[in-house]
Every structure is written in C-alpha cells, then in structure tokens.
C-alpha cells in the first residue's frame, strides 16, 4: 500500500489483531501508525495490536479529512470492507 506523504491530510484504515477496524486521520500517517503501535495513538487500539494499514487516502484539507473520517466510520462493516478491497 502506498502511503501519503507527511504533511497531507489523510485518512487511514486499520485492522487490529480482533479483526475489527480502525479509522482515523492525520497529517503523518506513518507517525499515526508509529504511535498507534506503541500504544500512544487511540485509547481503542491499545492491546489490539499487530496492527496493519489496510486503507490510506489522502484529502485536500483537515476539514474534508474529518469529514471523509466521519462518512466512514458510519458505513456499515460490509461497505468498509468493500473500502479496503475485500468485500
């Protein structure tokens, strides 16, 4: 999977070892991840690691990063993984 550059506001999928996902955004998702996986990023993936990137799209801005972040998280699961090629 191909990252966004650092500095682009982005959403980001991942999947934790449970199977469930997580959507979040950032400007670095790199760092996100880094974070993520050291336990510093979301209070929910915390223990739920390996985490894996399944999913990573840059926006034109922060605000169209949250609302992009927003559509997704309320898509049911079956849409989601339709999102990341495996539905």
């Not at 500095?7 to 449970?18: F, M, N, W």
């Not at 690691?49 to 801005?61: D, I, M, W």
């Not at 605000?63 to 539905?87: H, N, Q, T, V, Y």
Request: hydrophobic share 35%.
């Amino acid at each position: 999977m191909e990252l966004t550059p650092a500095g682009t506001p982005s959403v980001y999928i991942l999947r934790c070892a449970d199977g469930t996902l997580y959507t979040g955004w950032t400007y670095d998702v790199e760092k996100r991840l880094a974070a993520h996986r050291s336990g510093k990023g979301a209070k929910y993936t915390r223990g739920r690691g390996p985490l894996t990137l399944v999913y990573c799209e840059a926006c034109a801005s922060k605000s169209a990063a949250l609302a992009r972040e927003c559509e997704i998280k309320a898509m049911p699961r079956s849409r989601k993984l339709k999102l990341i090629g495996e539905g």
